[in-house]
């Protein structure tokens, strides 16, 4: 019997491959799970929120297919961001909005644009569907303690031009960086569709751009429960957009692609104090562990750290064994961190905020790791 055949874009796909489950990695190092310190997926480091314990403890129904349409968590979102109901749609992860805009809006002969590095599932689920993903690399720029990727705006606005929908993680996954509204203008004035993954906005001092969209016809904002709301097990997102778009990928989404304890967790986890409390007291942590962060580059020079605006701190290093030497000192102490393999990111290491005492300890391993000559 002849071998089956993928189709052919397939045939050189290089799978995404998602966080390793905690007890295989407590297996791995025989240690307790709760010795981890999970600093390698941008999740919430803190318990989950009582509220959306209680709602999952009292869900009955679930023989029940969910609501397809997810109204009673609109009508809170739309009612939270002052915005019209018919501007939102509600997606397992925001991710699945990628997936679904891609399908809707991409032939094969058209092209995405993103920038580079960014989040790694918008090439992934271009390839997926055999379309060209366009990336325009971002320089790296390095000034004392400190290092940013800056993309030269003009030629991203000219690839625009030539490109169908324009993705941009705003702020950006590697590094936290936020692009303009100066520039985000300039793009929505194009004929382009325009997409801003918005997953890590609430840690971030820049406004959402989310009151745009009822003045743009070519804006979309992705948002997601994953990071800020601690529910990123339970994958619920949100996209804020025209109704037309909105009304396209409602009729080419599966009907029940969120599910009732997702759904009734965001709804949750929207009414909990303690959110913002939480928000902040990462804000704060964060701020805390690039000051310390700045002490250690002071002695040891040979890093750059990334100013961030979301809940993980970039580290740009002056030679690529550094951070790999260091992903295994961190991993065989329990500490997992984002070692990344692909050529133009091989000098990086990405570390999410956790709590206080761990990213305390974090710091406490680094200088020992430097004071070891690595
Ligand atoms: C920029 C960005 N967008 C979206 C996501 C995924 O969000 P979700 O869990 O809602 O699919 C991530 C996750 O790491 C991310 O970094």
Redesign the pocket.
């Known amino acids: 019997m002849p071998k089956i055949k993928t189709v052919e874009h397939l045939n050189s796909i290089e799978s995404y491959d998602g966080v390793k489950p905690l007890d295989a990695i407590a297996a791995e190092l025989n240690i307790p799970v709760s010795k981890i310190i999970k600093l390698d997926?941008?999740e919430n480091p803190y318990d989950p929120l009582p509220e959306v314990l209680a709602a999952l403890s009292s869900l009955k129904n679930i023989g029940h297919y969910p609501d397809p349409l997810c109204l009673n968590l609109i009508e809170l979102l739309a009612k939270k961001e002052n915005l019209d109901a018919n501007n939102f749609i509600i997606s397992s992860?925001?991710?699945?909005l990628i997936e679904l805009l891609i399908k809707a809006y991409i032939n094969p002969s058209n092209s995405i644009l993103s920038f580079s590095p960014t989040?790694g599932?918008i090439s992934f689920l271009a390839q997926v569907q055999g379309i060209k993903n366009i990336s325009v690399s971002q320089q790296l720029l390095k000034k004392e303690s400190f290092a940013r990727y800056i993309l030269d705006e003009d030629q991203f606005l000219d690839e625009a031009k030539r490109s169908k929908i324009v993705f941009i993680?705003r702020p950006?996954?590697p590094d936290g960086n936020v692009v303009s509204e100066k520039f985000i203008k300039r793009l929505v004035s194009l004929p382009v569709l325009v997409v801003i993954?918005e997953?890590?906005v609430e840690f971030s001092d820049f406004q959402s751009l989310a009151k745009w969209v009822p003045q743009h016809e070519n804006l979309v904002v992705?948002r997601?429960?994953?990071?800020a709301y601690g529910l990123?097990g339970l994958?619920?997102?949100y996209g804020i957009m025209p109704n037309d778009i909105r009304k396209v990928l409602v009729s080419i989404k599966q009907p029940y692609n969120v599910n009732i304890a997702g759904q009734r967790a965001a709804i949750a986890a929207l009414s909990s104090p303690l959110v913002d409390q939480r928000i902040k007291e990462m804000k704060k942590t964060r701020d805390w562990f690039i000051n310390q962060l700045k002490m250690v580059q002071k002695q040891y020079k040979n890093f750059w750290i990334h100013p961030s605006e979301a809940c993980y701190v970039l580290l740009t290093f002056e030679s690529p064994d550094i951070p790999k030497k260091l992903y295994t000192n961190f991993y065989s102490k329990g500490i997992l961190v984002r070692y990344y393999s692909s050529s133009d990111m091989i000098n990086n290491l990405r570390i999410s905020i956790g709590l206080k005492e761990n990213m305390v300890k974090v710091i406490a391993e680094f200088k020992l790791f430097l004071k070891g000559g690595n």
């Open positions: 997926g941008n992860g925001s991710d699945e989040f599932m993680a950006n996954n993954d997953a890590y992705l997601t429960f994953s990071k990123g994958r619920v997102g």
